[in-house]
């Protein structure tokens, strides 16, 4: 039997999907239409972004799964019209550009790269960077995308700290959660780095009294989401130094108003939500996987847990 497969994903991802996820159906075994628009009573499953219109999911109720192009669900998890499973996206050239943009970004401060890239005053100071191992990164969130980038900065011989919600054993990554956790994994990072979801619990994570806890002249790379940072208190630990640079990819209002302080602050550097993009070659066989054990009735990959929100 044929399945309806509708791509509801935003401005120019059908173009983008179209092929290569009726590619990765047919490499599946899947017989599938795929479509931009069908009957919504119709639809078998729904590959989704939330920058689409369709924000009420009530019609499709043959849907076996909403499958979404973005890892973050936050815009979509709380979506009361939403009663079919959610799966969220974990594509492996998304990962790979995670691990790139935070392993740059890393490397950036580690080095201190900006007093050579910037040195009008031709300031001859030979003083060498500290080795990798001598550095503290700790990672904030160690799913599918932080356990890939503190593996990597590990491999390149960073001392590595990570935080999550539950307790998790990682070799050669320094492992905490909790509450506690988060203190000592703070009290000890020079470079804080957070990928955690938007969730009721992360929201301003990194406030006031948590940024109190770095040590003097720590630096933040934020490619996770704008609302885990209160940039208020941001800004405030900047100027006391506490901060000495954050690197922000992600923010509460996307685009970043030109008029907020961000943009001109020497202290912070923009970059505008690139760190990582799903990409239809490889997560087209993602989407496809998922919907092959749709068809099976075999567990959907990357299931959201709704109660947690994420
Ligand atoms: P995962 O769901 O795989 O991992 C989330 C991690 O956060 C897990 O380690 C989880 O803990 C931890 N976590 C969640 N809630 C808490 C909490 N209350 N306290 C402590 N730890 C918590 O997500 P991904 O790694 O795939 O993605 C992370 C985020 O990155 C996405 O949600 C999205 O916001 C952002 N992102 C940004 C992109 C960009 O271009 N800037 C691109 C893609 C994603 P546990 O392991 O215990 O469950
Ligand atoms: C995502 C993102 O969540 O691009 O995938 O931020």
Redesign the pocket.
């Known amino acids: 039997m044929t399945i309806v497969v509708q791509v509801s994903a935003g401005p120019g991802n059908w173009e983008r999907y179209h092929a290569p996820l009726t590619q990765a159906l047919l490499d599946v075994g899947i017989d599938a239409t795929v479509t931009q628009t069908a009957a919504p009573e119709t639809v078998d499953y729904l590959v989704y972004a939330p920058s689409s219109p369709l924000q009420d999911f009530t019609a499709f109720n043959r849907c076996k799964a909403v499958l979404s192009l973005?890892?973050?669900v936050e815009r979509v998890v709380g979506n009361p019209t939403l009663t079919q499973p959610l799966c969220?996206m974990?594509d492996p050239a998304?990962t790979q550009g995670?691990i790139e943009w935070v392993t740059g970004h890393s490397l950036r401060h580690h080095l201190n790269l900006d007093q050579y890239i910037n040195n009008p005053d031709r300031i001859w100071n030979p003083e060498c960077p500290p080795l990798a191992s001598e550095r503290v990164i700790a990672m904030l969130?160690?799913?599918?995308?932080?356990q890939a980038c503190a593996q990597s900065l590990r491999s390149l011989g960073f001392h590595v700290l990570g935080?999550?919600?539950?307790a998790?054993v990682i070799d050669g990554i320094q492992c905490y959660?909790g509450d506690d956790g988060l203190k000592s994994v703070l009290q000890q990072a020079q470079i804080v780095v957070t990928?955690?979801?938007?969730?009721a619990?992360?929201e301003n994570i990194l406030n006031a009294r948590a940024l109190g806890w770095l040590p003097q002249g720590a630096v933040i790379l934020n490619?996770?989401?704008g609302a885990l940072i209160d940039d208020d208190a941001l800004l405030a630990a900047l100027a006391t130094g506490q901060v000495a640079h954050a690197t922000l990819?992600?923010f509460r209002v996307e685009p970043l108003p030109l008029d907020h302080p961000f943009w001109a602050h020497p202290q912070v550097t923009v970059t505008p939500?690139?760190?990582?993009?799903t990409r239809p070659a490889t997560s087209a066989k993602v989407l496809a996987e998922n919907i092959r054990r749709g068809e099976a009735h075999e567990p959907f990959l990357h299931l959201v847990d709704r109660h947690?929100g994420?």
Do not use: N
């Not at 935080?163 to 539950?166: D, E, H, L």
């Not at 990928?195 to 969730?199: C, Q, S």
């Not at 939500?273 to 993009?277: Q, T, V, Y």
């Open positions: 973005w890892a973050g969220r974990v998304l995670m969130g160690i799913g599918a995308l932080g935080w999550s919600r539950a998790k959660h990928l955690l979801p938007k969730t619990e992360t490619p996770g989401r990819d992600v939500h690139i760190a990582a993009d947690q994420y």
